[in-house]
T-cell receptor
Framework: AQTVTQSQPEMSVQEAETVTLSCTYDTSESDYYLFWYKQPPSRQMILVIRQEAYKQQNATENRFSVNFQKAAKSFSLKISDSQLGDAAMYFCAYRHGSGYALNFGKGTSLLVTP | DAGVIQSPRHEVTEMGQEVTLRCKPISGHDYLFWYRQTMMRGLELLIYFNNNVPIDDSGMPEDRFSAKMPNASFSTLKIQPSEPRDSAVYFC?????????FGSGTRLTVV
């Protein structure tokens, strides 16, 4: 079974600064997808960014980017120019290439201070 | 597109009662998932359907839990009888392809 580990239960960043959230995963598969989801207090699960394992280029979505290290099975999320609205729980998730269900990490709570 | 619609948003029930959670997926999506979120266990998959057929229910915790998808636009998750340890947020998600969309969840409290 695939496992997803987020080793940082809580992180804090000042507004306008950069923060990196860590995620590692364990799999024997070569075809898979990785995701970062944001869950604000409203509890809505919002997709932030995704990465296909076969792509070497790191995904980027505006202020959000990932550092995908396939050999190390690491998938960290970098948030640049942090904003107060970025405060939320962030979940790393894995999906097998031929499956559709997501396997989530335990989450990292991000606090953004003015 | 109204997104994935779950009802009710909050549910408080007494131990031993039957609880039914409802989900309307996005039209045209062929996969539907039920997840449960707790502080202790995080987000875990309970069951998922493809074209209304249950594919994997290995995450359903006990026989007290059952899920149905009678048609492409509706699914239910039923707990009977409910217990305090069932208190959690239950999410429904639907997808067409690799990306899924989550509903807003139902917060269930069993007292």
């Amino acid at each position: 079974a695939q496992t997803v580990t987020q080793s940082q239960p809580e992180m804090s960043v000042q507004e306008a600064e950069t923060v990196t959230l860590s995620c590692t995963y364990d799999t024997s598969e070569s075809d898979y997808y990785l995701f970062w989801y944001k869950q604000p207090p409203s509890r809505q699960m919002i997709l932030v960014i995704r990465q296909e394992a076969y792509k070497q280029q790191n995904a980027t979505e505006n202020r959000f980017s990932v550092n995908f290290q396939k050999a190390a099975k690491s998938f960290s999320l970098k948030i640049s120019d942090s904003q107060l609205g970025d405060a939320a729980m962030y979940f790393c998730a894995y999906r097998h290439g031929s499956g559709y269900a997501l396997n989530f990490g335990k989450g990292t709570s991000l606090l953004v201070t003015p | 597109d109204a997104g994935v619609i779950q009802s009710p948003r909050h549910e408080v029930t007494e131990m031993g009662q039957e609880v039914t959670l409802r989900c309307k997926p996005i039209s045209g999506h062929d996969y539907l998932f039920w997840y449960r979120q707790t502080m202790m266990r995080g987000l875990e998959l309970l069951i998922y359907f493809n074209n209304n057929v249950p594919i994997d229910d290995s995450g359903m915790p006990e026989d007290r839990f059952s899920a149905k998808m009678p048609n492409a636009s509706f699914s239910t998750l039923k707990i009977q009888p409910s217990e305090p340890r069932d208190s959690a947020v239950y999410f429904c998600a639907s997808s067409l392809g690799p990306l899924g969309t989550f509903g807003s969840g139902t917060r269930l409290t069993v007292v």
